[in-house]
């Protein structure tokens, strides 16, 4: 319920995504792209192909005070005029801050923003952010791999770091409520991310915006964490997903490592504006 592609900040294809899906077994698959809908019709097709059902979502940055929130929206209606805004705006600022980061870059390592296109896999209908730079860098011979870049400097502790320009977390649920969609916090207690975790009140805060759920079985949620977050769930009649956060190589995520119960994925679907996709 939880997985990027090519059209932004992975490295495969929907179609690959879909066949990977169903070659593990998979009963579906998400696709959930950063702020973006722009591979939704690929995973379509794939999905009509290959006879698994997808889930249609994107994932969205926002911010909650000082903390990086990631928003999962899922089976909203991509032509609602609010939300086509929010990614328009959102896309504009990450592509700024990326410019940014890497003429940062550039005055101690041996790339440009040409090295950062030439990772680019899908022109301009990608999202690109943090993982291009990452990707250039190792390229360039700086890095071995994405996790290392991750690790040094492009971490969100690096000197080179700069934040990403967000809606806010009220905000992001509006508009996928609005957009007829379901929302639920990504990974939401991983302390790799934010030194600071959202706390129990802002939470309930966005249960009254009108937030679905929580991801709590993902690997960066420590085990106490997610006692905490099944505590909430249960507290406020939160869904409870599942995700791999699958990158392809892009990571070491692996596909299916956080699954989602089927009756969990049918409650989305219902509460969602468009049809699973099968």
């Not at 722009?38 to 999905?47: D, F, H, I, K, V």
């Not at 809606?167 to 508009?175: E, G, K, L, W």
């Not at 639920?184 to 009140?201: G, I, M, Q």
């Not at 969602?272 to 099968?278: D, R, V």
């Amino acid at each position: 319920m939880h997985c990027h592609t090519v059209f932004s900040d992975g490295t495969e294809t929907p179609h690959e995504l879909v066949r990977r899906a169903k070659e593990i077994g998979l009963h579906g698959v998400a696709i959930t792209d950063h702020d973006t809908t722009a591979g939704w019709s690929q995973a379509q097709q794939a999905s009509s192909e290959l006879g698994l059902p997808l889930v249609r979502g994107t994932e969205i940055t926002a911010q909650d005070g000082d903390i990086s929130v990631h928003m999962l929206a899922y089976q909203y209606d991509p032509r609602s005029r609010r939300i086509c805004d929010l990614f328009r705006s959102t896309r504009a600022a990450r592509l700024a801050r990326t410019k940014k980061m890497v003429a940062l870059l550039a005055k101690d390592f041996p790339i440009d923003w040409d090295d950062v296109l030439a990772q680019v896999k899908e022109g301009e209908q990608t999202t690109i952010g943090r993982p291009h730079i990452a990707d250039a860098l190792v390229a360039a011979g700086v890095y071995p791999d994405r996790s290392a870049a991750f690790a040094d400097a492009i971490s969100s502790h690096s000197k080179y770091y700069i934040p990403t320009p967000s809606p806010s977390t009220a905000d992001v649920v509006r508009a996928v409520g609005e957009a007829g969609g379901v929302s639920v916090v990504a990974h939401a207690a991983d302390p790799s991310r934010n030194r600071t975790l959202l706390s129990d009140e802002q939470i309930a805060r966005l249960v009254e915006e009108g937030l679905d759920g929580l991801e709590v079985w993902h690997r960066g949620n420590p085990p106490e964490q997610r006692v905490r977050l099944l505590g909430l769930a249960e507290r406020y009649g939160l869904l409870v997903t599942g995700g791999s956060d699958w990158h392809g190589e892009g990571k070491p995520n692996k596909l299916g490592e956080g699954l989602t119960d089927d009756a969990t994925v049918a409650e989305i679907v219902r509460r969602g504006a468009i049809s699973l996709w099968k």
